[in-house]
């Protein structure tokens, strides 16, 4: 008899997790935490040559910036790195980007962190822009 009462009081139990009760935590979204996110460097030279407006910032160390960088990108070395400091974008989306990504993917955390929002860096870095046989400015 005892054993029927619980398995009575089992499928009851069941049941009533079944018709669609839901607890607090299931009517609340999970936070998107904002972090560092890659682009391709075939994709970002196809939104530069849309007119896309984007704003590039090369990470590296003026020595390497002048030996070559995107065109139109600005210099703020990681080491020097203050996303409260970083230029107003004008509405720009800002993509940052170093050698090979370590230090740009820093840089992305940081920035994400200061502001909340996903930053986008350069996949593979210039390194992999030059692979693509992508154009790269010299000083």
């Known amino acids: ?9 089992a499928a009851g139990l069941l049941a009533a997790c079944s018709a669609g009760a839901t607890t607090a935590d299931d009517d609340v ?9 890659t682009i391709e460097a075939k994709a970002l030279a196809t939104r530069i040559e849309a007119g896309e407006q984007i704003q590039l910032i090369d990470v590296r160390t003026p020595e390497e910036f002048a030996e070559g960088h995107l ?9 020097s790195f203050d996303p409260a400091a970083l230029p107003d974008t004008g509405g720009a989306e ?3 980007y170093c050698r090979s990504a370590r230090r740009s993917a820093e840089a992305a955390e940081k920035l994400a962190d200061a502001t ?3 930053a986008v860096h350069l996949e593979g ?12 400015e010299r000083d």
């Open 1 to 9: 008899m005892l054993r029927s009462l619980l398995a009575l009081a």
């Open 116 to 118: 909340g929002r996903d």
């Open 94 to 96: 800002r993509v940052l």
């Open 125 to 136: 870095g210039i390194l992999a822009w030059e692979k693509a046989g992508l154009p790269v």
């Open 71 to 79: 065109e139109g990108a600005i210099n703020v070395p990681l080491d």
């Open 29 to 37: 979204a999970a936070p998107h935490l904002a972090g560092a996110l």
